[in-house]
């Protein structure tokens, strides 16, 4: 029977659209990009640099009175190098895009800025911890190594499956301590959450959350006190995963004097916005970036694969 007017035969309803967009991507969590230190520009695609490096003696014999001295080679630094990465997040709207109202009402142009560049600072950050060299040349990307290809002196494969303890923290620590002079023992261990959960279990030196402000990211950053006298802080990672995809009894550990690594822009090319010429009904552009990163002092740091990815 008639009637009148319902909302649901209705024919003039509105949406009900609300103006909130909560972005939860987890492209922000870039510790390394964010905190890292900058070396002088790079100024080709193979980037040097020198490190230098004495054993101490494992034995010493006495010099005999009124003896001359005896020469031994003496060595001088040596070169270490990486290769710079390029890498890009390029954006496309549509003319017709930029007309339409949205649900932020942001322009598109300018929210979609936003995004490519928390993208490319996602990509940066992924291969400063994970990126594999690649030589440049004609038609092929070049690639940089990250933190698990620069590691080479203190790099130990455990067993598939092996379980994080507190001993292999120390175990870790010692291989620092053991290569390197103490003011510069690693201080940061990086790790899966996982393994920032199965710390928390330690009963023993996991003193307290020191106050980090000056560290953005994470004001409150876990410590431990390791046996061989330094204090090490913990910080979980999302790119601090598996060796590879399948390993999924090999998770990463790594150890780091972070001081000692630092990114290198080619010249000029921090990351930055670039207008791309405009062809039909569409506005291009991207962000781009060129860089790598500096190991001045590999030995200092420590890795390890081979954990299990469980409690």
């Given amino acids: 029977m008639p009637f009148g007017l319902q909302s649901s035969n209705a024919t003039d309803k509105r949406e009900s659209l609300l103006s909130i967009l909560k972005d939860v991507s987890p492209n922000t969590d870039n510790y390394f990009v964010t905190n890292l230190g900058v070396a002088p520009a790079a100024t080709n695609t193979l980037h040097q640099w020198g490190v230098y490096n004495t ?72 291969v400063t911890i994970n990126g594999d060299v690649v030589a440049r040349a004609s038609g092929v990307a070049s690639g940089m190594a990250g933190f698990h290809n620069m590691i080479s002196t203190n790099a130990t494969a455990r067993a598939s499956g092996t379980s994080f303890t507190e001993l292999e923290l120390n175990d870790m620590m010692q291989n620092s301590y053991d290569q390197v002079s103490m003011e510069f023992i690693a201080d940061l261990l990086v790790c899966p959450m996982i393994i920032k959960r199965r710390i928390a279990t330690f009963t023993s030196n996991l003193t307290r959350n020191i106050d980090a402000s000056d560290k953005k990211l994470d004001n409150e950053i876990r410590v431990y006190d390791s046996t061989v006298g330094q204090t090490v802080k913990i910080i979980p990672h999302k790119d601090v995963r598996t060796v590879n995809v399948d390993a999924t009894n090999s998770l990463s550990v790594y150890a780091l004097r972070e001081e000692t690594f630092k990114h290198s822009f080619l010249v000029g090319q921090e990351p930055k916005w670039q207008e791309l010429a405009r062809d039909g009904h569409r506005v291009n552009g991207m962000y781009k970036t060129e860089f790598t990163l500096c190991a001045f002092a590999q030995r200092a740091s420590v890795r390890r694969t081979g954990y299990n990815n469980t409690l």
């Fill in 55 to 126: 054993a101490r003696p494992t034995s010493v014999t006495g010099v005999i009175e009124g003896s001359v001295p005896s020469y031994n080679d003496l060595a001088t630094p040596e070169k270490s190098s990486n290769y710079t990465v390029l890498l890009d997040e390029s954006v496309r709207i549509s003319d017709t895009q930029m007309a339409i109202s949205t649900i932020t009402g942001e322009n598109p142009m300018a929210f979609q800025k936003d995004r490519a560049l928390k993208r490319l600072k996602a990509k940066m950050e992924y």
